[in-house]
């Protein structure tokens, strides 16, 4: 029954990989996000996606490239990791229609770069 | 640009009292939505009180209140009865087209 599901929870590369984080939802939320929260804990939302569309767009690297193929799922792939890209990374979820747009999270990916 | 600032990098209090914790944030916009989001060591990120800015009556939650004080642009969290179980990191949060954190609180509470 878990609401927001992320995998893997951790993550061990090498500088240079590519790697993939997938995020499923079954809240039959229609907007989903990626945030990543760096060592001093300050979190920053990346990319935001609704309905599949592209709503939001930090100014992240194109070495990150979020992809969305159906409204539960938004997966983040990262290319040429870099030691920089070492955070938890977490999925959120919501419904666009609520006016306090209420997000749930996922237990968030660490990741660490090599 | 909107932000959120928590002045607080770290906050203690015995078990069974009060601590209130600070957030300020700067926006020119007249409505909007604030969050206090706690993140205990497990790191799932928890929702603990919400604000609708056109509210003037304070949220509660049980044993979480806050002081919104709209003109002074001032959201504090107070946590009544601290248990153990309210370790974690507070995160004061801004809303209008996307969700902006301050930098967050650590708290820790002592038996």
């Known amino acids: 029954d878990t609401a927001v599901s992320q995998t893997p929870k951790y993550l061990v590369t090498q500088m240079g990989n590519d790697k993939s984080i997938k995020c499923e939802q079954n809240?039959?939320?229609?907007?989903m996000y990626w945030y990543k929260q760096d060592s001093k804990k300050f979190l920053k939302i990346m990319f935001s996606?609704?309905?599949?569309?592209?709503?939001i767009n930090e100014t992240v690297p194109n070495r990150f490239s979020p992809k969305s193929p159906d409204k539960a799922h938004l997966n983040l792939h990262i290319n040429s990791l870099e030691l920089g890209d070492s955070a938890v990374y977490f999925c959120a979820s919501s419904l666009a229609d609520r006016p306090y747009n209420e997000q749930f999270f996922g237990p968030g990916t660490r990741l660490t770069v090599l | 640009a909107q932000t959120v600032t928590q002045s607080q990098p770290e906050m203690s209090v015995q078990e069974a009292e009060t601590v209130t914790l600070s957030c300020t944030y700067d926006t020119s916009e007249n409505n909007y939505y604030l969050f206090w989001y706690k993140q205990p060591p497990s790191r799932q990120m928890i929702l603990v009180i919400r604000?609708?800015?056109?509210?003037?009556q304070n949220a509660t939650e049980n044993r979480f209140s806050v002081n919104f004080q709209k003109a002074a642009k001032s959201f504090s969290l107070k946590i009544s009865d601290s248990q153990l179980g309210d370790t974690a990191m507070y995160f004061c949060?801004?809303?209008?087209?996307?969700?902006?954190f301050g930098t967050g609180t650590r708290l820790q509470v002592f038996p």
């Open positions: 604000q609708e800015a056109y509210k003037q």
């Open positions: 949060a801004f809303y209008t087209d996307k969700l902006i």
């Open positions: 809240l039959g939320h229609d907007t």
């Open positions: 996606y609704n309905n599949k569309e592209l709503i």
